[in-house]
């Protein structure tokens, strides 16, 4: 019984994979499109990020797009530190407004009153921790026929083997989400590397799930796939990245994974679910044959077969998003993540989907 768990298990797993590599191999093909926009605004919602906004107004003040006006809103979700402040005085050369929410806050909040005031039809997102490329936005408009673009974020890995673990998981995230963007059935978006068009999605508070704290990329994903003629793309574009940084070592790791897994109760998405749950009945399954292994109910041979299955599966699709982003050294931490994957997946699945967490001092769920 234990084996042909593995073998159903492992089976699964595999074919998802591959079909995620032939959904990646279909996004770097994608003929790319260029339609006039009427301009961009690009939506900043912070809480306490007066150390990071120096470097990504630095970054905005570098913008080069020459052919369409564009405009960043800052929306202050009730920080407690002197952000505000700073963006009132620091030197900006490009069109700005600066919004400070009050009573009911929280990113989904700042983020609907973000588009409430924008001028333009196509809206970028981005974090305040994130430094854009100076391409960055004149990248963005080569698909403003699109309904949500997704783009990379990546993770700075130069500080630590932990940031490097850190930065290869969320590569592989991003890996995940380009191959399933060109399957066609898109299952992970992050809101710090995002546009959209807001004559084609509504948002509100019933796009954004306003009633789950967390998840404001996830649910405007599902939205987005509901239209019946709207194209969602990856877009791979090498002056569409991103750069953003993760702390607090190891516990920030877990917490921020916690923080992702949380808000999955909420999604009604078919694809979504479908692939969350592979992954982590395949993951839940090799931590119980290492328990089972221990106890001496199965055998070694059953562990590595699941162990196998799923580093020759993992390997392909991680190496191609790496390399397409510059990011193999990466690769030097796949073995040894390969070994603790499993186990900090399954807790963070389980503690964050039946376990209060906490963000920047607030419950989340």
């Known amino acids: 019984m234990i084996l042909l768990i593995t073998i159903a298990l492992s089976l699964l797993y595999a074919i998802l994979l591959f079909l995620l590599l032939v959904g990646f191999f279909r996004t770097l093909n994608r003929q790319e499109t260029s339609v006039a926009v009427d301009g961009v605004s690009v939506i900043v919602a912070f809480r306490d990020e007066r150390l990071n906004l120096p470097e990504l107004i630095r970054s905005f003040n570098s ?27 620091v030197p900006i050369n490009f069109k700005f407004r600066l919004i400070q929410l009050s009573g009911l806050g929280g990113k989904k909040h700042a983020i609907i009153e973000g588009v409430k005031n ?26 403003p026929d699109c309904v949500l673009i997704q783009r990379p974020v990546i993770v700075d890995a130069s500080k630590s083997v932990v940031n490097m673990f850190e930065a290869l998981d969320y590569a592989s995230l991003m890996a995940v989400s380009v191959g399933s963007f060109g399957l066609g059935r898109p299952v992970i978006a992050a809101s710090a590397n995002l546009a959209f068009r807001k004559d084609a999605i509504s948002v509100d508070d019933k796009t954004l799930r306003s009633d789950i704290p967390s998840g404001d990329d996830m649910f405007l994903l599902h939205t987005a796939k509901k239209q019946k003629n709207g194209r969602l793309v990856f877009d791979l574009h090498p002056h569409g990245f991103v750069n953003t940084k993760f702390d607090a070592g190891f516990n920030g790791f877990i917490r921020r994974r916690k923080r992702w897994a949380s808000k999955a109760l909420g999604y009604t998405d078919t694809d979504t679910i479908a692939v969350g749950l592979v992954v982590l009945l395949f993951n839940l399954w090799i931590v119980l044959l290492v328990l089972l292994l221990l106890l001496g109910y199965s055998s070694v041979y059953n562990l590595l077969i699941a162990m196998l299955v799923k580093a020759v ?13 510059n990011q193999v050294k990466l690769m030097l931490v796949f073995l040894p993540l390969q070994f603790i994957y499993p186990l900090y997946i399954s807790y963070s699945a389980i503690a964050g989907l039946f376990g209060g967490q906490f963000w920047k001092g607030r419950q989340i769920n």
Not at 122 to 142: G, K, Y
Not at 313 to 325: E, I
């Open 63 to 89: 913008q080069a797009l020459p052919h369409s006006p564009w405009e960043v809103i800052f929306v202050d979700d009730n920080s407690s530190d002197d952000s505000s402040a700073f963006i009132k005085s």
């Open 118 to 143: 924008s001028s333009y039809s196509l809206i970028a997102i981005t974090d305040a921790d994130c430094v854009p490329s100076q391409s960055w936005l004149a990248s963005l408009v080569r698909n």
């Open 313 to 325: 599966m993992d390997f392909p699709l991680l190496f191609v998003f790496l390399k397409r982003t």
